[in-house]
């Protein structure tokens, strides 16, 4: 009986409906901001968190709109939130990931995330994991999200 562990995210779009994503150092892959969370800690916190932890920016509870829970891979579900980008949010080269961990080759502690960008609906393929693009691509669709943000 394996436990499944469930990571907590933060799907973040921009204006024009592009979604954040962090590259993972020394990786090929990006990904949304997203990690587990510490014991007792409520989804949404763990979601912001990892957000201000990965890219610097600090959203505020209110901002948030639960997405609810998705299965993300066979070990792995996702608890995702989503929120519209503030204009000063908007730049990201004022993002810094504070979240350290022991690089492979050496033990030196290095960020977590070591680059950011913001990418379009069909564009999120050529950056982010299979799993990742799945998602976006079946169960929770980046366009739609940015209609019902824009509702909101």
């Known amino acids: 009986m ?8 933060v799907v973040l779009l921009d204006p024009d409906g592009r979604v954040l994503l962090a ?5 090929s ?21 990892e957000m201000e932890e990965e890219t610097g920016i600090a959203v505020d509870a209110a901002r ?3 997405l609810g829970l998705f299965v993300y891979r066979r070990d792995k ?21 504070t979240s350290m961990f022991p690089r492979r080759s050496d ?7 070591d680059a950011f960008r ?3 609906p069909d564009d999120v393929e050529h950056y982010a994991s299979r799993s990742l693009t799945r998602l976006f691509q079946t169960t929770l669709s980046l366009a739609e999200l940015h209609r019902v943000l824009d509702a909101a």
């Open 2 to 9: 394996s436990t499944r562990t469930i990571s907590c995210g």
């Open 29 to 49: 892959h990006w990904d949304i901001p997203k990690g587990q969370g510490e014991e007792g800690e409520a989804p949404h916190v763990t979601a912001l968190r």
């Open 23 to 27: 590259h993972a150092t020394e990786t």
């Open 107 to 113: 033990g030196t502690m290095i960020p977590e995330m």
């Open 77 to 97: 579900d996702l608890h995702l939130f989503a929120a519209r980008a503030l204009a000063d949010e908007l730049d990201l080269t004022r993002c810094t990931c």
């Open 64 to 66: 948030l709109k639960d």
């Open 118 to 120: 913001w990418a379009a």
